[in-house]
T-cell receptor, first 116, second 112 residues
Framework: NAGVTQTPKFQVLKTGQSMTLQCAQDMNHNSMYWYRQDPGMGLRLIYYSASEGTTDKGEVPNGYNVSRLNKREFSLRLESAAPSQTSVYFC???????????????FGQGTRLTVV | DAKTTQPPSMDCAEGRAANLPCNHSTISGNEYVYWYRQIHSQGPQYIIHGLKNNETNEMASLIITEDRKSSTLILPHATLRDTAVYYCIVRVVETGANNLFFGTGTRLTVIP
């Protein structure tokens, strides 16, 4: 049982290049999330997917797009990378999407992205 | 949205109890208090959560005041491996989202 798996673990991009960060979970969770963490700061939500087929913006969605490919996979795409997107990206999943059910979130180990 | 306030850093001697405080004075009646920690640069790890009653699991205890305006995470016997940033989070429900908003947390250093 791998939990939440992110690929790649490290990536260096040139300004203007595009790339997709992959995330997969094997816990049959409904909800998935993408966060970014800048040095010395907490995590900020980029996008989330409450359930398969739905996606919504979080706190800092500009410059990113997401795809909930199926229940297991949730990808984050940078269409034209900028140095301001240098960060550590974390994917997470949780069991249930609901306004009243509080479930814990499980996080991947992160993707360290540098844009030069 | 209820926000949380935590001290930026704390030290604790190895083997002693670590008590991490959190203020959430604007918490709503149906909002839970969650605690996560992040060891070095790893992904955050869930510790515990509660609504109004005190909670205990194999990792920690959570004490929530009667008025729910503050809480304390207790690591009963801190080890060096407990050195991490600890986040106190109040779960926000916005347009039905089950998301977590992280602040900057408390950096706990366990000293040998």
């Amino acid at each position: 049982n791998a939990g939440v798996t992110q690929t790649p673990k490290f990536q260096v991009l040139k300004t203007g290049q595009s790339m997709t960060l992959q995330c997969a979970q094997d816990m049959n969770h409904n909800s998935m999330y993408w966060y970014r963490q800048d040095p010395g700061m907490g995590l900020r939500l980029i996008y989330y997917s409450a359930s398969e087929g739905t996606t919504d913006k979080g706190e800092v969605p500009n410059g990113y797009n997401v795809s909930r490919l199926n229940k297991r996979e949730f990808s984050l795409r940078l269409e034209s990378a900028a140095p301001s997107q240098t960060s550590v990206y974390f994917c997470a999943s949780s069991l249930t999407f609901s306004g009243t059910v509080n479930t814990e979130a499980f996080f991947g180990q992160g993707t360290r992205l540098t844009v030069v | 949205d209820a926000k949380t306030t935590q001290p930026p850093s704390m030290d604790c001697a190895e083997g002693r109890a670590a008590n991490l405080p959190c203020n959430h004075s604007t918490i709503s009646g149906n909002e839970y208090v969650y605690w996560y920690r992040q060891i070095h640069s790893q992904g955050p790890q869930y510790i515990i959560h509660g609504l109004k009653n005190n909670e205990t699991n194999e990792m920690a205890s959570l004490i929530i005041t009667e008025d729910r305006k503050s809480s304390t995470l207790i690591l009963p016997h801190a080890t060096l491996r407990d050195t991490a940033v600890y986040y106190c989070i109040v779960r926000v429900v916005e347009t039905g989202a089950n998301n977590l908003f992280f602040g900057t947390g408390t950096r706990l250093t366990v000293i040998p």
